[in-house]
Nanobody, 124 residues
Framework: QVQLVESGGGLVQAGGSLRVSCAAS????????MGWFRQAPGMEREFVAA????????YYADSVKGRFTISRDYAKNTVYLQMNSLKPEDTAVYYC?????????????????WGQGTQVTVSS
């Protein structure tokens, strides 16, 4: 059974940095794409970034491009989202997700497996 467990959220001041992690287990993810999404109160869940497990190709939402970096550690089966120059509008619950198949996609429906989420709060 696939399990995705996020960690590393917290409270940070605007301009600061935070790294969230997603530990994946339950199967071999080499053919998967991994994504990060976020959802702020009263808002729809939105795509943040994605990475192809094999090869490491990445894709970012325009709102985070140049500030966030997605990466993966093959040995640890863990995906990371390094967030720099954080803004109050980055405040949300951040979710890790896995999509079977290597295509990088921004559509949440394409991701079959989801973590429980981790709260990131950026104060002004």
């Amino acid at each position: 059974q696939v399990q995705l467990v996020e960690s590393g959220g917290g409270l940070v001041q605007a301009g600061g940095s935070l790294r969230v992690s997603c530990a994946a287990s339950g199967r071999t993810f080499s053919s998967y794409a991994m994504g990060w999404f976020r959802q702020a109160p009263g808002m729809e869940r939105e795509f943040v970034a994605a990475i192809r497990w094999s090869g490491g190709s990445t894709y970012y939402a325009d709102s985070v491009k140049g500030r966030f970096t997605i990466s993966r550690d093959y040995a640890k089966n863990t995906v990371y989202l390094q967030m720099n120059s954080l803004k109050p509008e980055d405040t949300a619950v951040y979710y890790c997700a896995a999509s079977q198949g290597p295509v990088l996609t921004t559509t949440s429906r394409a991701y079959a497996y989801w973590g429980q989420g981790t709260q990131v709060t950026v104060s002004s």
